[in-house]
């Protein structure tokens, strides 16, 4: 009797620790989603505010570094 239990509750420990396993992959994939998303409409935002104030070439300026 005691080893079904002590199985019973050794497979519910893995379920759980399964479950929080993907619960953490989850959060951590729309941590990395909010981020992207924050990158983009900033970049976004400054092309925008750079086209309301009328000029016409608005892409950054890519800048090799100084040797």
Not at 12 to 32: C, H, K, N, V
């Amino acid at each position: 009797m005691k080893s079904r239990d002590w199985q019973r509750e050794k497979e519910e420990d893995d379920a759980r620790f399964t479950t929080s396993l993907a619960g953490l992959a989850f959060a951590l994939l729309l941590a990395w989603v909010g981020l992207y998303l924050m990158d983009a409409l900033a970049a976004e935002s400054k092309l925008e505010d750079c086209m309301m104030q009328g000029r016409m070439n608005c892409q950054p300026i890519e800048v090799a570094p100084a040797p």
